[in-house]
Antibody, heavy 120, light 106 residues
Framework: QVQLVQSGAEVKKPGASVKVSCKAS????????ITWVRQAPGQGLEWMGW????????NYAQKFQGRVTMTTDTSTGTAYMELRSLRSDDTAAYFC?????????????WGQGTLVTVSS | SYELTQPSSVSVSPGQTARITCSGD??????ARWFQQKPGQAPILLIY???ERPSGIPERFSGSSSGTTVTLTISGAQVEDEADYYC?????????FGGGTKLTVL
């Protein structure tokens, strides 16, 4: 069955970087893109960006341009999201989600979420 | 840029029909999806392409579309449907979630 397993919780200081991983299994990794979404405590879902796992093309939300990098390792079926210059308002749960069968964008398969806490 | 506007909260009694709207200009030219999220959990896809329901989603969840508004309808809402609901859409390179609607069933 399709599974997306994310890396564990992180605590970072302001100004640092964090790299969250999302390991896929149960399907052909390069057949589906991966979306990254975050959710600050008590807030709504926020789309961060999307990566084409076949060719590495990305589409980032304007808000994160220059601060986020999404990559993949096709040999292990893992997607990564790195966020730099962390601030306290980057404290959030970060989710990865696989494309649907018929279109890009988050579908029915999500990772469990990774809590990133930014605090001095 | 595009925005999707949802009511912040909707409240119904068990067995009643709950309707959650999502409005935005982008919806006139592209499809919407609906997600359900319960506390501490990842979102679940309820509806895609405005009206399609993935396998495994109960029939009481349905979607509709008219112009620049899409609607999620929960027919005969149950206590376990109490959750946050988000619409989602994408056009060109713009991708956005609605602000979310807290559904209370009591």
């Amino acid at each position: 069955q399709v599974q997306l397993v994310q890396s564990g919780a992180e605590v970072k200081k302001p100004g640092a970087s964090v790299k969250v991983s999302c390991k896929a299994s149960g399907y052909i990794f390069t057949n589906y893109g991966i979306t990254w979404v975050r959710q600050a405590p008590g807030q709504g879902l926020e789309w961060m960006g999307w990566i084409n796992t076949y060719n590495g093309n990305t589409n980032y939300a304007q808000k994160f341009q220059g601060r986020v990098t999404m990559t993949t390792d096709t040999s292990t079926g893992t997607a990564y999201m790195e966020l730099r210059s962390l601030r306290s308002d980057d404290t959030a749960a970060y989710f990865c989600a696989r494309d649907r069968d018929d279109s890009s964008g988050p579908g029915g398969h999500w990772g469990q979420g990774t809590l990133v806490t930014v605090s001095s | 840029s595009y925005e999707l506007t949802q009511p912040s909260s909707v409240s119904v009694s068990p067995g009643q029909t709950a309707r959650i709207t999502c409005s935005g200009d982008v919806l006139a030219k592209t499809y919407a999806r609906w997600f359900q999220q319960k506390p501490g959990q990842a979102p679940i896809l309820l509806i895609y392409k405005d009206i399609e329901r993935p396998s495994g989603i109960p029939e009481r969840f349905s979607g509709s579309s008219s112009g620049t508004t899409v609607t999620l309808t929960i027919s005969g809402a149950q206590v376990e449907d109490e959750a946050d609901y988000y619409c989602y859409s994408a056009a060109d390179k713009w991708v956005v979630f609605g602000g979310g609607t807290k559904l209370t069933v009591l």
